[in-house]
């Protein structure tokens, strides 16, 4: 029985994990046929500057999807399935890290040139104190009060065993705290405009919103595969991120406690290349320096990531309850990634009204029209229509 939290901000479900001897043996298998798909795959690519001919081409059809020719995507799926089950396993081993026993990694910091060159190193920063502590307890105090209600009105979305984790999807629905935070308003974030700089600078203006919600983590709650946050892209990936996944700590991170798991600088090389390609060996990432870690930060930080790094939410273990508003946002052409991000189309009037503008173009409902134009029928019929 998976004891994964299944519900990440990337799109699409997590796949189960069985007990740990299960997996390895899923592993390697997975990882055997992989390597035979990929040896299939690649002798249909041709060798460097030869070009393919028109007639093989024309008679293939359209193969531009998921690993059939030379001009076909892969999905990104397809690689991650060789991470499975690997978080569990090197938590049980003890052999995730705290992100605080290397000098070098990413630390809480004002400092926006810092920020932005750990972001491009190590695939994620963390911006410091970017809500006060009063700024945090109002953040919790609403979400503490929207998720027992909605366990109260039998709608709220529990997983893990013994329902040990929570998520309070929607949040733009949910409360004029999370609006505010979501748009980076400095009444309910003091350093929003920080966290909308660096997100700007990743995504270009006009950038949307994919989903924002609320994670609450008990003990024993929390762990998902491991993942990246635009797996649903197809390969292969340009040389910079589709969007942006944040994390607002509202209580400590660190490996007790379930901060978020990662693998430090899986998202690209120097140059800008994506380490995410069709021969990809993850697991052989995975366990490079500094391998997998626990992200370290005090409550009211901002970790900012980019959407190709390897990561997942870690398992608490210390007692109590971790407490933490994800926000996925996407460069401004994109919908978004989340099929639990339903706030962007269903809107009811009295929240549509609430709403600033900033926050109806990030959802991308700039126009909600109560009347729309639907089938008519005409009676009257003109020289038009003859
Ligand atoms: O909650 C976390 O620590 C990470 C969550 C995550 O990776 C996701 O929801 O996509
Ligand atoms: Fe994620």
Known sequence: MSQQDRNASNSGGLPEVADQSEAIVRLREENARLHEELAKLRARTL??????????????????????????????????????????????????????????????????????????????????DAMSADQVRAQVDRLKDQAAAE????????SGHNDNAQLVNNLVLKGDVF????????????????????????MGEGFGLGCAHGSIVHTGGGLQELHIDQGSMPLPYPP??????????????????GGTYIVPGSHRTPGGATLFH???????????????????????????????????????????????????????FMRALHEQ?????????????KLSPRLKQM???????????????????????Q
């Open 47 to 128: 060798p460097p500057g030869v070009e393919a001919d028109w007639e093989s081409e024309m008679s293939r059809g359209i193969v531009y999807v998921d690993g059939h020719s030379p001009t076909s995507s892969i999905s990104a799926g397809r690689l991650l399935a060789q991470l499975s089950g690997l978080s569990r396993e090197r938590m049980k081993a003890g052999r995730v890290r705290n992100s605080s026993d290397f000098d070098y990694l990413p630390k809480p910091s004002l400092d926006e040139a810092q920020l932005e060159a750990d972001f491009v190193r190590w695939g994620y920063c963390l911006v410091r």
């Open 151 to 158: 366990r109260e009105h039998n709608v709220a979305i529990l």
């Open 179 to 202: 609006r505010a935070a979501v748009e980076f308003n400095e009444s309910a974030a003091q350093g929003g405009p920080t966290v909308d700089r660096l997100l700007t600078r990743i």
């Open 240 to 257: 910079y991120p589709f969007g942006s996944l944040i994390i607002w700590c509202y209580t400590e991170f660190n490996l007790d406690n």
């Open 278 to 332: 069709e021969s990809a060996d993850l697991v052989k990432l995975v366990d490079s320096e500094p391998g997998l870690v626990a992200i370290c930060a005090p409550p009211g930080t901002c970790i900012v990531t980019d959407t190709r790094v390897l990561h997942c939410g870690g398992r608490r273990q210390a007692p109590g309850t971790r407490y933490a508003m994800r926000c996925h946002y996407n460069r401004s």
């Open 341 to 353: 991000a339903t706030a962007n189309v269903h809107v009811p009037d009295e929240v549509y009204d």
């Open 363 to 385: 959802m991308s409902i700039t126009v909600n029209r109560p009347d729309p134009v639907v089938e008519l029928h005409g009676t009257k019929r003109s020289r038009n229509d």
